[in-house]
């Protein structure tokens, strides 16, 4: 007789769970197939710089060099950087959200861990590993990572791209290809727009591509940087020309949002090599004379109060 009663006591419970366990898979599968999160996180307020390797501060010889940490020290603020070393402005400005971005699914299913997408635009190629930047794919948070250099330092951008979320997401089908939701937290930041240094041969789309990342982003506190001269573009280059004409362009349109970043610098020539660690990139001291007349900037055209 116990062991009967024991026996329903078991079979009850069981059935209790199965019950749950139907109901949160049904709960899922209302919701579209996996586990959703379409609120996007909040974070403190601070300053974003969307750009390329000069906005990442490459070309310091230490971490606490670069002009992105400099410059965070000098406002006691919080930095975040969406920049790409090696990236067009196009690619950039589809890095954050400004143009579309379509993810292919290979797999057709999101499942726990890494798993292999393919988007469209490659959005971090370029140069630099263990890229990553946070996105919702069908719905579901994470972020996509991307190497852009084989084991032993080989450049190869081609290297696939994987999605890894946040949670578990028990391999609910998703559509082979959906649409890639760009993380918009910082999107109401205070602004600083440096773009254009790896295509500026094409001064009509780097003018495009930066009105459209204005568009998207979600504050009237933004500053439009210039592109500065580096080695072999001096007077005389085509480079030079492309440079000049995309400068006073972008100075014509965004005005006292503009910042000559080229006078700060060294004023019309090319950036000396006292300034410069390679052909472009800029060495310690000329990270702090540029993250010096940044802050400068902000300080001059911003009220940061509301931005702490």
């Not at 969307?50 to 603020?77: C, H, K, V, W």
């Not at 998703?174 to 930041?189: A, I």
Request: aromatic fraction near 8%; include cysteine.
């Amino acid at each position: 007789m116990k062991e009967k009663d024991t026996m329903k006591k078991r079979y009850r419970c069981a059935l209790v769970v199965l019950f749950l366990a139907c109901s949160f898979i049904a709960a899922l599968l209302i919701n579209g197939g996996a586990l959703r999160h379409n609120e996007i996180e909040t974070h403190a307020h601070g300053i974003r710089l969307i750009g390329d390797s000069m906005s990442l501060g490459t070309g310091a010889s230490q971490p606490e060099f670069r002009y992105p940490n400099l410059l965070g020290q000098l406002l006691d603020m919080p930095i975040h950087v969406d920049a790409v070393g090696g990236a067009g402005s196009t690619q950039i400005a589809a890095l954050v959200g400004a143009y579309p971005v379509m993810v292919r699914i290979p797999s057709g299913q999101l499942t726990w861990g890494k798993v292999r997408v393919e988007p469209m635009p490659r959005v971090l190629d370029g140069s630099g590993n263990r890229l990553k930047t946070r996105v919702f794919v069908d719905g579901v948070p994470g972020y996509l990572l991307h190497d852009n250099h084989r084991r032993g330092g080989k450049l190869d951008p081609s290297l696939p791209y994987y999605f890894k979320a946040d949670r578990f997401s028990f391999g609910m089908p998703s559509e082979k290809t959906t649409q890639l939701k760009v993380d918009e937290s910082r999107s109401k930041w205070p602004t600083i727009i440096w773009v254009g240094r790896n295509n500026y041969d094409s001064p009509e789309v780097v003018v495009k591509d930066v009105s459209k990342i204005v568009e998207k982003i979600e504050t009237e506190k933004y500053i439009i940087m210039g592109v500065i001269k580096g080695r072999s573009e001096e007077k005389g280059t085509s480079a030079y020309r492309n440079i000049t004409l995309l400068n006073s362009e972008l100075k014509e349109i965004y005005k006292d949002r503009y910042l000559d970043t080229q006078s700060v610098l060294t004023g019309d020539e090319i950036v000396p090599e006292k300034l410069r660690s390679d052909s472009e990139h800029l060495n310690d001291i000329g990270q702090k004379i540029l993250a010096a007349a940044v802050a400068k900037k902000i300080v001059g055209s911003w009220d940061l109060g509301a931005a702490r």
